[in-house]
T-cell receptor, first 117, second 111 residues
Framework: GAVVSQHPSRVICKSGTSVKIECRSL??????MFWYRQFPKQSLMLMAT?????????EQGVEKDKFLINHASLTLSTLTVTSAHPEDSSFYICSARDPRVGGETQYFGPGTRLLVL | QQQVKQSPQSLIVQKGGIPIINCAYENTAFDYFPWYQQFPGKGPALLIAIRPDVSEKKEGRFTISFNKSAKQFSLHIMDSQPGDSATYFCAAMYTGNQFYFGTGTSLTVIP
């Protein structure tokens, strides 16, 4: 299957700082990428849909000014958690839709563990 | 509102057993139903997926059974192994839209 990478795999930061997480599709061009948040032993919660060259679409309850998403190219989307607080600590996972297989299939990155102290 | 309901929440089977995980949905517009496997600290990996025009799909030891009239689908793992111990998520979507995930099932296969 297609490969999606995320960087960093884990990050620890101080409260009030901003953290950027990168999501890359390595062997295909993804016009659409998704950002999820996952709490321990829970399901994936969709935060936003990222479309290349346009503004991201945020799910209800997700603060767009706090979670900045940029999809600058067909292989890269970034999520920036601005002014992070301890409650933002979570597992963040991106996925990318592979248009070569009909567009339904989403391939997930390995996730980024964020810990805000 | 949970678009996709998944059960059980956790499951323990002996090696060689056949765990079955069930999912149910309401939205008849859904036309794609994947299953994902997730190990701790990793992202979900696509296992197998089915469309509603097929009642069963098999890939290796993994089988999806789909009941369109009941709006239910299930994952069967044949000859389960300890390495299958993971969390399994079902999902549903309609073309061009987002995925709606189930709540997950934690599977433990005892040697």
């Amino acid at each position: 299957g297609a490969v999606v990478s995320q960087h960093p795999s884990r990050v620890i930061c101080k409260s009030g700082t901003s953290v950027k997480i990168e999501c890359r599709s390595l062997d295909f061009q993804a016009t659409t990428m998704f950002w999820y948040r996952q709490f321990p032993k829970q399901s994936l919660m969709l935060m936003a849909t990222s479309n290349e060259g346009s503004k991201a679409t945020y799910e209800q309850g997700v603060e767009k000014d706090k979670f900045l998403i940029n999809h600058a190219s067909l292989t890269l989307s970034t999520l920036t958690v601005t002014s992070a607080h301890p409650e933002d600590s979570s597992f963040y996972i991106c996925s990318a839709r592979d248009p070569r297989v009909g567009g339904e299939t989403q391939y997930f990155g390995p996730g980024t563990r964020l810990l805000v102290l | 509102q949970q678009q996709v309901k998944q059960s059980p929440q956790s499951l323990i089977v002996q090696k060689g057993g056949i765990p079955i995980i069930n999912c149910a949905y309401e939205n008849t517009a859904f036309d794609y139903f994947p299953w994902y496997q997730q190990f701790p600290g990793k992202g979900p990996a696509l296992l197998i997926a089915i469309r509603p025009d097929v009642s069963e799909k098999k890939e290796g030891r993994f089988t999806i059974s789909f009941n369109k009239s009941a709006k239910q689908f299930s994952l069967h793992i044949m000859d389960s192994q300890p390495g299958d111990s993971a969390t399994y998520f079902c999902a549903a979507m309609y073309t061009g839209n987002q995925f709606y995930f189930g709540t997950g099932t934690s599977l433990t296969v005892i040697p």
